[in-house]
């Protein structure tokens, strides 16, 4: 699944440097001037769904969730199911000069 940033942002911007896909934009026309997509959902900062890997393949866990302050502001967006593979698939795809390690999971990544 992408994850999704709540309303309850406090846009500190404290997520965009730590994104390894580059997925996290400070706002949706930045993002839409990209040509990425993003979900109805979010506030001010989004994360582009076509570009997100919830870190799989990257770190233990998403970095955007990890050093946000506010709580459960960076979730998963169940408009965007995934599975570990097709996110593995994605980050290699999107990352093709890094090395993507698959013991890099999450607790909540769906299995199947």
């Not at 990209?34 to 770190?59: A, N, P």
């Amino acid at each position: 699944m992408a994850l999704l940033i709540t309303p309850d942002c406090i846009s500190c911007g404290a997520c965009v440097p730590e994104c390894p896909n580059e997925a996290i934009f400070e706002n949706r026309g930045d993002a839409e001037a990209k040509g990425y997509h993003v979900g109805e959902d979010q506030g001010d900062y989004v994360i582009v769904h076509d570009r997100c890997t919830e870190c799989v393949g990257h770190f233990d866990e998403p970095q955007c969730a990890a050093v946000c302050p506010v709580d459960n502001c960076c979730i998963a967006d169940p408009a965007y199911p995934e599975t570990v593979a097709v996110l593995l698939a994605k980050a290699t795809l999107l990352n093709p000069e890094k090395v993507i390690d698959p013991s890099k999971v999450w607790k909540d990544v769906r299995d199947s």
